[in-house]
């Protein structure tokens, strides 16, 4: 059949035309890809992850976590709005210049507000708007910025800042992504979870700190041992249904030590290029622990 | 189908000088060896997917062991099923058809068979290096270097064996499934040794490593699965019915329409990769559609008036099951790539769900019905009806109920996590009956997988038999006394 | 109980062979407008093969639109958007001008001179012959009033970026001396030229 080769080939390009467009143009983009800079501050970004970390990565892989787990977080847009970060002199001619870009907030409430900067004044606003306003505050001396804040149901989880780009898994070999969320995502678990001893205490017995969890336990990465003369600093702390019988105490062996090296090295919250983000300032008056402004309640530490 | 007269041929003979018979002889070892290979490989497969099905809504099942944990078990019933199972029971059935449609014995069997037993080594070093923690990482790829390896110089071999047949064919022209399967047997070994060259022996740095994972799995399970299961089921559709295939024409748009839009599907949608790649991939997934109406139409236009005789014939049901199967994961894959909707339904249950019915509903079924059809005929051992029927209600309970519970859950699960305000205890606990009534067809897999082992294994076990009782009778015969001779 | 007939190997019908039924004409019709629909999915939200673009945003220039700085930089990024929108067409995205449009903005004296001036010339347009960094123009079409329907502080931010951007190196423009200019000038409807730009210091 003369047709043949020329069908042959044909179908030989249609096939070849996926490899092209999916394997070798992204490697030719991503491939050589380097760290970058993030903005503004110009920190280099990623770092690579330190040595027990890395080992950390290998039990991560070998265990197959990423069968239930994902590493990606997913961003739907942003909200623009406007904050003002510092009050300059005149805080009288601040209150009316805030009433004038918001008027709903109220004089009693403006008044408030400039007692407590930094506060966010506007959201959800268009870039044109926030940067009128900001102009208006800027007028009076104080500093104002427009905030960018990323949104997504995965953002509102808690469960990162912004969405996950390609320089966050620059150094990774292999990159596991996952493509399951039957537990939550773990992008950003090192900037979320409370300690590496509550890690740990989850990867014993995840039921112990949080009731309720499909979790497996992962009993294999631990070894109960006798108590020497006394318990050593590395014993877990478990509540009385989990502790192993009296005389015994339960340490982590080097794997499950180095796991939460690397799970407490999940922190994809640098603000780059590719994601535009200048979060609204952390009010003055707030404790170390209160979540960002605008962030669901989902942030307490002892449920990712 | 009518039971022979005593004098009507076996075999209805309207083509060229070899008979079907001497065809069938002509495979019949490779076949059986890969059918062999591949049943027990199914079979593990079931075994360890039900183990992982318990341990979705049940823990702390067999949950110490490292070799028995969830993130090892569950690739590694993902891998049993579509190495060890799906392609081995393709590539068996793939020979058969070339050998049939070309009218030409099959070349080089020891290679075929060589090939079968180095891939099944492949498997199993595969599967091992799984359970032991030796997993690459990557999703449908998990199996190290050494394992891919031997199942790629395992395919190489089958694929010569194959491809030197279909050069040896007597008759010229190509009927749709041998160009489907011809595409299909010099695809994958591009995909895989680019894979693995790409993510395993020399890893490319940063997302591009999950580009070319996505690129795999996608090639692997749409392209390759649906031009070897559509071979299959354009084979045998029309051939039981007696009929022609409706369109050569629609057969043509399945085929460019897979090559082509089923290659470049599969990155998901909010993929942390710049916006081109999946805006390029949601595309393609979106066009897909077409070659699925084309399939539609044809195997529509070819079984027209006679779906009483596709549901009750032995082993056209299998296929018949497989190809609804397949417009329904195929429609779920739809959705999976559909801008609106593919948010909610990725990192789901949804997914695994039209992952299982593509493999195990479409491939493995429609390769049971030809396997079922082969077998018989390349030993000349009947299968018993009765076995087929069983394994045929339990298979097609065991899908519908491991499948749609396990979809439904992923589509509550996508809808709550879609709300932040849902915690998510409460989105686990949410599936948890679901996940429950999944592991129920899972443990019906389970059963009609052991059902079908039995059926493969007595055919080989009477074989064996049989053949022992000739070379018996042949080495016993009493000696020619030269009285007797004059 | 006799054996179902069935358990014996039945008859082996005929290879198949493909029919010639010609394909549906509205299978060929939902190609079309697949297609159709995919080229215009890709155009909005592939962000044409740009590595830095990420869904949501759709262009770099979104991207760089949005990037936080500070203050003083915002202004000349918002500048920048405006004068994507406003003025490039003509005076190119290299601020090299157009032959028979447009001259350029890099390098310009008029750019680079007097506040007095460079505001001016958006707001009425100009026309007449002019020479440009050593080059005389003369084109058939005066300039139009381009920054007349911008509000005040846009004009000064399309003004300030102009007067940083391809090498030029002079101060921002302020709201306040474009709303100057705007009360100074209110009622003119003439496009300047030359001899009375350079008049004006």
Same mark, same amino acid.
């Given at each position: 059949?003369?047709?043949?080769?020329?069908?042959?080939?044909?179908?030989?390009?249609?096939?070849?035309?996926?490899?092209?467009?999916?394997?070798?143009?992204?490697?030719?983009?991503?491939?050589?890809?380097?760290?970058?800079?993030?903005?503004?501050?110009?920190?280099?970004?990623?770092?690579?992850?330190?040595?027990?970390?890395?080992?950390?990565?290998?039990?991560?892989?070998?265990?197959?976590?990423?069968?239930?787990?994902?590493?990606?977080?997913?961003?739907?847009?942003?909200?623009?709005?406007?904050?003002?970060?510092?009050?300059?002199?005149?805080?009288?001619?601040?209150?009316?210049?805030?009433?004038?870009?918001?008027?709903?907030?109220?004089?009693?409430?403006?008044?408030?507000?400039?007692?407590?900067?930094?506060?966010?004044?506007?959201?959800?606003v268009t870039r044109m708007e926030a940067d009128k306003a900001?102009r208006e505050?800027?007028?009076?001396?104080?500093?104002?910025?427009?905030?960018?804040?990323?949104?997504?149901?995965?953002?509102?989880?808690?469960?990162?800042?912004?969405?996950?780009?390609?320089?966050?898994?620059?150094?990774?070999?292999?990159?596991?992504?996952?493509?399951?969320?039957?537990?939550?995502?773990?992008?950003?678990?090192?900037?979320?979870?409370?300690?590496?001893?509550?890690?740990?205490?989850?990867?014993?017995?995840?039921?112990?700190?949080?009731?309720?969890?499909?979790?497996?336990?992962?009993?294999?990465?631990?070894?109960?041992?006798?108590?020497?003369?006394?318990?050593?600093?590395?014993?877990?702390?478990?509540?009385?249904?989990?502790?192993?019988?009296?005389?015994?105490?339960?340490?982590?062996?080097?794997?499950?030590?180095?796991?939460?090296?690397?799970?407490?090295?999940?922190?994809?919250?640098?603000?780059?290029?590719?994601?535009?983000?200048?979060?609204?300032?952390?009010?003055?008056?707030?404790?170390?622990?209160?979540?960002?402004?605008?962030?669901?309640?989902?942030?307490?530490?002892?449920?990712? | 189908?009518?039971?022979?007269?005593?004098?009507?041929?076996?075999?209805?003979?309207?083509?060229?000088?070899?008979?079907?018979?001497?065809?069938?002889?002509?495979?019949?070892?490779?076949?059986?060896?890969?059918?062999?290979?591949?049943?027990?490989?199914?079979?593990?497969?079931?075994?360890?997917?039900?183990?992982?099905?318990?341990?979705?809504?049940?823990?702390?099942?067999?949950?110490?062991?490292?070799?028995?944990?969830?993130?090892?078990?569950?690739?590694?019933?993902?891998?049993?099923?579509?190495?060890?199972?799906?392609?081995?029971?393709?590539?068996?059935?793939?020979?058969?058809?070339?050998?049939?449609?070309?009218?030409?014995?099959?070349?080089?069997?020891?290679?075929?068979?060589?090939?079968?037993?180095?891939?099944?080594?492949?498997?199993?070093?595969?599967?091992?290096?799984?359970?032991?923690?030796?997993?690459?990482?990557?999703?449908?790829?998990?199996?190290?270097?050494?394992?891919?390896?031997?199942?790629?110089?395992?395919?190489?071999?089958?694929?010569?064996?194959?491809?030197?047949?279909?050069?040896?064919?007597?008759?010229?022209?190509?009927?749709?499934?041998?160009?489907?399967?011809?595409?299909?047997?010099?695809?994958?070994?591009?995909?895989?040794?680019?894979?693995?060259?790409?993510?395993?022996?020399?890893?490319?740095?940063?997302?591009?490593?999950?580009?070319?994972?996505?690129?795999?799995?996608?090639?692997?399970?749409?392209?390759?699965?649906?031009?070897?299961?559509?071979?299959?089921?354009?084979?045998?559709?029309?051939?039981?019915?007696?009929?022609?295939?409706?369109?050569?024409?629609?057969?043509?748009?399945?085929?460019?329409?897979?090559?082509?839009?089923?290659?470049?599907?599969?990155?998901?949608?909010?993929?942390?990769?710049?916006?081109?790649?999946?805006?390029?991939?949601?595309?393609?997934?979106?066009?897909?559609?077409?070659?699925?109406?084309?399939?539609?139409?044809?195997?529509?236009?070819?079984?027209?008036?006679?779906?009483?005789?596709?549901?009750?014939?032995?082993?056209?049901?299998?296929?018949?099951?497989?190809?609804?199967?397949?417009?329904?994961?195929?429609?779920?894959?739809?959705?999976?790539?559909?801008?609106?909707?593919?948010?909610?339904?990725?990192?789901?249950?949804?997914?695994?769900?039209?992952?299982?019915?593509?493999?195990?509903?479409?491939?493995?079924?429609?390769?049971?019905?030809?396997?079922?059809?082969?077998?018989?005929?390349?030993?000349?051992?009947?299968?018993?009806?009765?076995?087929?029927?069983?394994?045929?209600?339990?298979?097609?309970?065991?899908?519908?109920?491991?499948?749609?519970?396990?979809?439904?859950?992923?589509?509550?699960?996508?809808?709550?996590?879609?709300?932040?305000?849902?915690?998510?205890?409460?989105?686990?606990?949410?599936?948890?009956?679901?996940?429950?009534?999944?592991?129920?067809?899972?443990?019906?897999?389970?059963?009609?997988?052991?059902?079908?082992?039995?059926?493969?294994?007595?055919?080989?076990?009477?074989?064996?038999?049989?053949?022992?009782?000739?070379?018996?009778?042949?080495?016993?015969?009493?000696?020619?006394?030269?009285?007797?001779?004059? | 109980?006799?054996?179902?007939?069935?358990?014996?190997?039945?008859?082996?019908?005929?290879?198949?062979?493909?029919?010639? $039924? %010609?394909?549906?004409?509205?299978?060929?019709? #939902?190609? &079309?407008?697949?297609?159709?629909?995919?080229?215009?999915?890709?155009?909005?939200?592939?962000?044409?093969?740009?590595?830095?673009?990420?869904?949501?945003?759709?262009?770099?220039d979104? $991207? %760089?639109a949005?990037?936080?700085?500070?203050? #003083?930089? &915002?202004f000349v990024n918002w500048g920048k958007v405006k004068f994507k929108e406003t003025c490039e067409l003509c005076h190119g995205e290299?601020g090299?001008g157009k032959?028979?449009q447009a001259p350029?903005l890099?390098?310009?004296?008029w750019v680079?001179?007097?506040a007095n001036r460079v505001i001016r010339i958006p707001l009425h347009g100009l026309s007449?012959?002019?020479?440009?960094?050593?080059?005389?123009?003369?084109f058939?079409s005066s300039m139009t009033a381009m920054g007349a329907a911008l509000p005040a502080e846009d004009l000064a931010a399309t003004l300030s970026y102009i007067r940083?951007a391809?090498?030029?190196?002079?101060?921002a423009i302020t709201t306040e001396e474009v709303s100057a200019v705007k009360a100074a000038t209110a009622g003119r409807t003439q496009p300047w030229t030359?001899?009375e730009l350079?008049?004006?210091?």
């Open positions: 059949m003369s047709r043949g080769p020329f069908i042959f080939l044909a179908a030989f390009f249609a096939l070849a035309s996926s490899w092209f467009g999916l394997v070798l143009v992204p490697q030719a983009q991503l491939g050589r890809q380097v760290e970058s800079k993030t903005v503004p501050a110009g920190d280099i970004y990623p770092q690579a992850r330190p040595g027990l970390a890395a080992q950390g990565r290998e039990v991560y892989r070998a265990n197959g976590c990423a069968s239930c787990h994902s590493q990606q977080v997913r961003q739907d847009g942003i909200s623009i709005g406007m904050a003002v970060v510092k009050p300059g002199t005149n805080l009288t001619e601040l209150v009316e210049a805030i009433l004038k870009v918001a008027p709903e907030l109220g004089r009693n409430r403006a008044a408030r507000l400039v007692q407590e900067l930094p506060k966010p004044i506007l959201t959800g900001r505050i800027a007028v009076t001396g104080a500093k104002a910025v427009v905030t960018v804040e990323p949104v997504g149901p995965d953002i509102a989880r808690g469960w990162g800042k912004r969405r996950s780009v390609a320089a966050d898994f620059l150094f990774d070999r292999p990159v596991m992504l996952g493509s399951q969320r039957v537990g939550p995502d773990l992008a950003s678990i090192g900037s979320r979870a409370a300690s590496e001893e509550w890690l740990l205490g989850h990867l014993y017995a995840p039921r112990s700190v949080t009731p309720g969890s499909t979790m497996p336990t992962y009993r294999y990465l631990f070894e109960k041992r006798r108590i020497q003369r006394e318990p050593s600093p590395e014993a877990l702390r478990l509540p009385e249904a989990f502790k192993p019988e009296q005389g015994f105490e339960i340490v982590p062996k080097p794997e499950a030590k180095a796991l939460v090296a690397y799970l407490m090295s999940l922190k994809a919250t640098a603000q780059l290029f590719e994601t535009p983000m200048l979060l609204p300032p952390e009010p003055a008056s707030a404790s170390t622990n209160a979540p960002a402004a605008t962030s669901g309640g989902t942030n307490s530490p002892t449920r990712p | 189908m009518k039971a022979p007269s005593a004098n009507a041929p076996l075999y209805v003979t309207d083509r060229a000088s070899v008979s079907p018979a001497d065809l069938d002889a002509s495979c019949r070892l490779p076949a059986l060896a890969l059918f062999a290979g591949a049943a027990i490989w199914l079979f593990v497969a079931s075994v360890f997917t039900l183990i992982a099905s318990i341990k979705f809504h049940g823990p702390g099942f067999l949950a110490d062991h490292a070799w028995l944990t969830y993130g090892r078990v569950r690739p590694a019933a993902w891998n049993t099923l579509l190495y060890g199972g799906a392609m081995q029971m393709g590539l068996g059935v793939a020979l058969w058809i070339l050998s049939r449609l070309g009218g030409a014995k099959l070349s080089q069997p020891i290679l075929a068979i060589a090939g079968a037993k180095i891939w099944n080594l492949g498997v199993l070093a595969g599967v091992v290096a799984m359970l032991a923690g030796g997993s690459a990482g990557f999703d449908w790829l998990e199996m190290p270097r050494y394992a891919s390896v031997l199942l790629f110089l395992g395919y190489t071999l089958i694929g010569v064996s194959a491809l030197a047949t279909t050069h040896r064919r007597t008759l010229r022209e190509f009927y749709p499934s041998q160009w489907f399967l011809l595409a299909a047997l010099f695809w994958f070994p591009w995909v895989y040794s680019t894979a693995n060259l790409l993510l395993v022996a020399r890893p490319v740095r940063g997302v591009a490593q999950a580009v070319i994972a996505w690129w795999y799995a996608a090639n692997l399970q749409v392209v390759w699965l649906g031009l070897v299961g559509l071979a299959i089921v354009f084979y045998f559709v029309p051939k039981l019915l007696e009929r022609s295939l409706h369109s050569r024409y629609l057969a043509l748009v399945t085929f460019w329409g897979l090559v082509l839009f089923g290659s470049w599907s599969g990155i998901p949608d909010s993929a942390p990769l710049p916006a081109w790649i999946p805006t390029l991939s949601t595309v393609a997934g979106v066009l897909a559609l077409v070659p699925l109406l084309a399939t539609v139409l044809n195997y529509r236009g070819t079984v027209k008036g006679k779906c009483s005789v596709v549901w009750t014939d032995p082993s056209l049901r299998f296929v018949a099951l497989g190809f609804v199967a397949y417009v329904v994961s195929a429609l779920m894959g739809l959705a999976e790539a559909l801008p609106g909707v593919s948010g909610l339904l990725q990192f789901t249950w949804f997914v695994p769900a039209q992952h299982h019915l593509l493999i195990f509903g479409f491939f493995i079924m429609v390769a049971t019905g030809a396997a079922y059809h082969i077998t018989p005929r390349v030993t000349g051992l009947p299968v018993c009806a009765r076995c087929m029927a069983v394994h045929f209600w339990v298979a097609a309970l065991g899908i519908l109920l491991s499948v749609m519970p396990l979809a439904a859950g992923g589509i509550v699960q996508g809808l709550k996590l879609s709300q932040a305000s849902v915690p998510f205890m409460d989105v686990t606990h949410a599936t948890l009956m679901m996940l429950r009534v999944s592991t129920l067809g899972d443990a019906l897999l389970l059963f009609a997988n052991f059902i079908f082992l039995k059926n493969i294994g007595g055919v080989l076990l009477r074989l064996g038999r049989a053949q022992l009782a000739t070379s018996w009778a042949v080495a016993t015969a009493p000696a020619q006394t030269p009285e007797a001779a004059r | 109980m006799t054996r179902e007939p069935a358990n014996v190997i039945a008859a082996e019908p005929a290879e198949p062979k493909a029919g010639g $039924v %010609t394909m549906p004409m509205w299978l060929v019709w #939902a190609l &079309a407008i697949a297609g159709y629909w995919g080229m215009v999915y890709f155009d909005s939200r592939g962000g044409w093969f740009n590595t830095q673009v990420y869904a949501p945003y759709a262009t770099l979104e $991207v %760089t949005l990037q936080p700085a500070s203050d #003083a930089d &915002a290299d090299m032959p028979n350029p890099a390098g310009s004296e680079n001179g007097p007449g012959p002019i020479e440009v960094a050593g080059k005389q123009y003369n058939a940083q391809w090498g030029n190196k002079s101060p030359v001899e350079k008049g004006i210091q």
